[in-house]
Structure formats: C-alpha cells, structure tokens
C-alpha cells in the first residue's frame, strides 16, 4: 500500500484517492459544502488556502493547501513505484 503526502506530513494512501479537483468551481464548492454538512470532510491545509481537493472511494473529501499538479506527481511517482514492485514479483 503506498501512501502520498498531502501537505504537512498528512498522508493518503494513493489507491483510494479517486479524483483530484481545483476548488474553484460551483460544483465541487457544492459537494465541499454538501460533505461538510454530512461530516465526510478532512481539512488538512492547516489554515492556508485550499488548493486542492481529494476525492476519495470512502466519500470522504480532503482539502489540502498543496497543488493538483503536485498531487499528481506524487500519485504518478506511486503509481510507477507500484509497477516496478509489481514487475519484480512476477520476475521472481
């Protein structure tokens, strides 16, 4: 199970995240609001500024300060990282 950071020393393990959208527009605004009220809301920016928001398969949504671009070079380094552990398994 590989885990990426998500600002701050949070972490996530990178297999349950399902989306990573910007905060700006009214539709992931609404569903911000919508989990807050539902409680499903996991705010890890630490004050800043939101930048990123991580969708999850467990319906929670996590705010993080960091950038989408940079969640997703952390999510493509896990997912390269998960190849090439899966690689040498098969080659053993």
């Known amino acids: 199970m590989k885990f990426i950071n ?3 020393g ?5 297999s349950r995240i399902i989306a990573v959208a910007l905060p700006d527009s009214a539709p992931i605004r609404r569903l911000i609001q919508d989990s807050k009220e ?3 809301v996991i705010d890890v920016s630490c004050g800043k500024k939101t930048q990123s928001v991580i969708i999850t398969d467990s319906g929670h949504i996590i705010l993080s300060s960091l950038d989408t671009d ?6 493509n380094e896990a997912d390269d990282d998960a190849s090439f552990e899966l ?3 098969k080659s053993e």
Do not use: M, P, Y
């Open 6 to 8: 998500v600002g701050f």
């Open 10 to 14: 949070n972490l996530v393990s990178a």
């Open 38 to 40: 539902a409680g499903n």
């Open 70 to 75: 940079i969640i997703n070079q952390r999510l």
């Open 87 to 89: 690689s040498e398994t």
